[in-house]
C-alpha cells in the first residue's frame, strides 16, 4: 500500500533536485487520512529517513487530524482567545471602548478568523465556544453600537471567507 506513496515522494525528490529546492526529509511529517483505524504498518520514505506516521498535522498553525475533525483545534484556539480576551480584561480601565475594540481585532478577533473557511463546517456545539469569546469581548467593549458598526459576527466572517475562496478556485485566481 505505501509502495504508491514511496514513488510519490521520489517525484517529489527529483522535482526538488531539478529546481534546487532544498525538502528538510526529518521534517517530514505523513498522516493518513481514514475515518478507520489505520490497519497497516506503513513506514514511507523520503530522501532515505523513514517517515513515521502521526495522529496530528500542524501546518502553519493549523492542526489536521486523521477524521479532518477540527473539533481539538477549536477548543485549543478558544483557550488561546479566552487567555488573550482575561488580559484585556485586566487592564480594560486604562483603554476606552474604542482602544479595546481594535485590541480586540488585533488580538483575539485576528487570532479565531485565522483560517476559519477549513472548520467553517465544524459541529454547532465547537463554533459555540468562539461565539461565546466575541460575546465576552462585546461585554469588555461595553458599546455594543460601536462593536456591531466595525464588526461583523464570526459566523458571517466565516461563510464570506468560505465563499471568496470559492469563487476564486471556481474562477481561477487561485494559483
Known sequence: ????????????SEWSDANLVMFNASKTQACLFSA??????????????????TDRLQFLGISLT??????????????????KLCVLAKVREYFTS???????????????????????????YQLEALESIE???RKLVGNDRLFYAR????EHRRKVVGLTVF???HFGSVP
Not at 482602544?99 to 454547532?124: F, M, P, T
Request: overall charge positive; aromatic content about 12%.
Open 1 to 12: 500500500m505505501f509502495e504508491p506513496l514511496n514513488v510519490s515522494f521520489q517525484a517529489v
Open 36 to 53: 478507520k483505524p489505520s490497519l497497516f504498518d506503513l513506514t514511507p520514505t523520503f530522501r532515505g529517513v523513514s517517515i513515521t506516521l
Open 66 to 83: 486523521p477524521t479532518l475533525s477540527f473539533g481539538t483545534y477549536i477548543e485549543s484556539l478558544a483557550q488561546v482567545a479566552a487567555k
Open 98 to 124: 474604542e482602544q479595546l475594540l481594535n485590541l480586540y481585532q488585533a488580538q483575539v478577533r485576528s487570532c479565531i478568523e485565522y483560517c476559519s473557511h477549513l472548520w467553517d463546517g465544524s459541529a454547532k
Open 135 to 137: 460575546k465576552r469581548a
Open 151 to 154: 464588526l461583523q459576527n464570526l
Open 167 to 169: 469563487y476564486r478556485i
